[in-house]
């Protein structure tokens, strides 16, 4: 007599064994079953979709580039300018920037140029400048008001707060420039005042500039930077026909001796604003614990592809406001690069933040070297295996969680 397990363990070899003669017999009833099918439909009928790649692993569409001989500017461009903030003793810097943006990229597309500065540019540098370049270039003047340490700032307060810093050798850049450079130099940006106000303009006033009022997109340019790789496709016109509004290449961690208040004033705007954060913003980019403490990764704004109009924004305008009131520009030495970081994070959707893979950069002491097609594309010069993107200080791996 058979037991009751028994009758089961029949029961399911009979079962499987029609399930394995009906799946050779009958080509339909094995493709519906089979594990690669049924794993599908599960998959379809789930309510967790598959975690997508970050935006950029998409490649540009096609019909952004030009010919590879192309000298001529396309029919169709953005309302868009580059930009760089200079000094009349930067003009050997820009030379170097200039000429390798013209001949990697600008030559083919002619996009305007704006300097900016403040004190009027010399004829020597705006005949230095033009000779490299077709496109038209313009030159401004930074008003007083937009450049000059406030007369709301306690200078007392703040001679005090460089001069601790530079007791402490608090450097002017972002992490581990202090692996690059230690040397007085540092020590006159950690206490200059100029440097200060360039933060705060880059900050806060460069959109205002009226030479800008025309345009809706930028590129800025420093002095001394290197670009890699050509650019055959426009990015100015990809950024706006996919609704992007800010761009990078290389992230990474503020020094924190230069910023310890910032992120109060952050969460005291946020609370009093709730209503002007994007509800799809990028938060998880700026913080590990939902907002509570800023991790510290930011975009370096030595290189930016961005949306005047973001800039320009509600949201934007009194977040700037906001912070401009507590001093931290002058108290401490918060950068424009943290300050921009955190305002695209929180008024643009995380989706509208793009990582520019396909752009070879370098600003000492880091750079971003295309990888694999893209390196080959862009008949980059740089090595592959000397790429930030990665290092234990890169921000880019928290960037691409966003997405997963």
């Not at 789930?46 to 950029?56: A, C, H, L, M």
């Not at 601790?164 to 450079?181: A, D, F, K, P, Q």
């Not at 880059?202 to 500039?209: I, K, L, Q």
Request: charged share 25%.
């Amino acid at each position: 007599m058979m037991t009751p397990m028994r009758y089961i363990v029949l029961v399911l070899a009979i079962i499987i064994s029609l399930h394995y003669i009906l799946s050779f017999t009958h080509e339909g009833y094995g493709q519906v079953t089979s594990v690669s099918n049924l794993k599908n439909q599960w998959s379809a009928g789930s309510t967790t979709p598959p975690p997508p790649n970050p935006p950029y692993k998409s490649p540009v569409p096609d019909e952004y580039y030009v010919l590879e001989n192309a000298t001529s500017p396309t029919s169709r461009r953005a309302d868009a300018a580059i930009v760089m903030l200079s000094r009349n003793s930067d003009l050997d810097g820009f030379i170097i920037s200039l000429k390798q943006m013209e001949d990697r990229f600008n030559k083919k597309f002619q996009y305007p140029y704006v300097f900016l500065n403040e004190e009027p540019f010399t004829d020597n540098f705006k005949e230095r400048i033009t000779e490299l370049t077709d496109a038209k270039v313009e030159f401004g003047f930074i008003p007083k008001e937009q450049w000059f340490q406030p007369d709301s700032i306690d200078e007392e307060r703040a001679t005090a707060a460089r001069e601790e810093m530079m007791e402490n050798s608090v450097i002017y850049g972002g992490v581990l420039h202090v692996l690059h450079l230690l040397s007085e130099d540092n020590k006159i940006y950690t206490g200059s005042v100029p440097y200060r106000n360039m933060c705060r303009f880059n900050s806060g006033f460069f959109f205002r500039h009226p030479l800008l009022d025309k345009y809706k997109y930028y590129w800025r340019v420093d002095p001394g930077v290197t670009f890699f790789c050509d650019l055959d496709h426009d990015p100015f016109l990809f950024m706006q026909d996919e609704n992007k509004l800010y761009g990078f290449t290389v992230s990474l961690y503020e020094y924190e001796a230069t910023i310890p208040t910032l992120w109060a004033a952050v969460k005291e705007f946020i609370q009093d604003n709730p209503d002007l954060v994007n509800p799809e913003n990028a938060m998880a980019f700026l913080s590990d614990d939902g907002g509570e403490t800023y991790n510290r990764c930011h975009f370096w704004s030595n290189f930016e592809i961005g949306s005047l109009d973001l800039w320009r924004s509600e949201g934007y305008m009194k977040f700037f406001d906001h912070l401009d009131r507590k001093g931290g520009f002058y108290y401490e030495r918060w950068g424009d690069a943290p300050v921009h970081s955190i305002g695209a994070a929180l008024f643009a959707r995380k989706d509208q933040i793009h990582f520019f893979n396909d752009i070879g950069y370098r600003h000492e002491p880091f750079q971003h070297c295309p990888q694999g097609e893209a390196h080959a594309k862009g008949k980059c010069w740089c090595d592959p295996k000397q790429n930030f993107d990665y290092e234990w200080y890169s921000c880019l791996a928290r960037y691409e969680r966003m997405f997963v």
